[in-house]
Antibody, heavy 120, light 110 residues
Framework: QVQLQESGPGLVKPSQTLSLTCNVSGGSIVSGDYYWSWIRQHPGKGLEFLAYIYHSGSTYYNPSLQSRLFISIDTAKNQFFLNLNSLTAADTAVYYC????????????WGQGTLVTVSS | QTVVTQEPSFSVSPGGTVTLTCALSSGSVSSSYYPSWYRQTPGQAPRPLIHSTNVRSSGVPDRFSGSILANKAALTITGAQSDDESDYYCALFMPSAIWVFGGGTKVTVL
């Protein structure tokens, strides 16, 4: 059973860069055809797709946030990462790391999510 | 800017049937958008329900079904139970190879 676990700072200051890590266990990040993704949810709001990466290194970003996002992967550590720069209060959200099936186009395994608050 | 629209809320009686829809601002939804559906209860991560328009995810009861109705993706709950009270989200896979989520529908069973 694949498990994903996010880690990162709970509180970051405006204008700083958020760095999140997703640790994947129960399966190799390079096996199978999966996209490793980040999705966020503002408090009381809906889901927002952010980005995904394939183990080959191919990346795709939400166009509205692309200039501030960077996703990367460390296959040796079975982890993937998200950086979001120039933070504002509007980036306060729960951030989920998620596995997506490349062919079924479904988000099939989700981390529990980590709340990130942007505040001075 | 692509917008995916869902009904904000629906109420259904226990045992009743409700159909949620997922519309695309730029045109019709078809199976080529690989519509998927997720349910989320407060404080929990979303869980997959349906993928590829109408394929139930593992362990999902058959009272949940997906389809394309009137150029929209649709999720139908037949024989609603109190446990079905949740927020439901659709997601569409765009030709640009990214996903866009709908705003979600809050379903109340009463």
């Amino acid at each position: 059973q694949v498990q994903l676990q996010e880690s990162g700072p709970g509180l970051v200051k405006p204008s700083q860069t958020l760095s999140l890590t997703c640790n994947v266990s129960g399966g190799s990040i390079v096996s199978g055809d999966y996209y490793w993704s980040w999705i966020r949810q503002h408090p009381g709001k809906g889901l927002e797709f952010l980005a995904y990466i394939y183990h080959s290194g191919s990346t795709y970003y939400n166009p509205s946030l692309q200039s501030r996002l960077f996703i990367s992967i460390d296959t040796a550590k079975n982890q993937f990462f998200l950086n979001l720069n120039s933070l504002t209060a509007a980036d306060t959200a729960v951030y989920y790391c998620v596995r997506a099936d490349r062919w079924l186009r479904q988000f099939d395994y989700w981390g529990q999510g980590t709340l990130v608050t942007v505040s001075s | 800017q692509t917008v995916v629209t869902q009904e904000p809320s629906f109420s259904v009686s226990p045992g009743g049937t409700v159909t949620l829809t997922c519309a695309l601002s730029s045109g019709s939804v078809s199976s080529s958008y690989y519509p998927s559906w997720y349910r989320q209860t407060p404080g929990q991560a979303p869980r997959p329900l349906i993928h590829s328009t109408n394929v139930r995810s593992s362990g999902v009861p058959d009272r949940f079904s997906g389809s394309i109705l009137a150029n929209k993706a649709a999720l139908t709950i037949t024989g609603a139970q109190s446990d079905d009270e949740s927020d439901y989200y659709c997601a569409l896979f765009m030709p640009s190879a990214i996903w866009v989520f709908g705003g979600g529908t809050k379903v109340t069973v009463l």
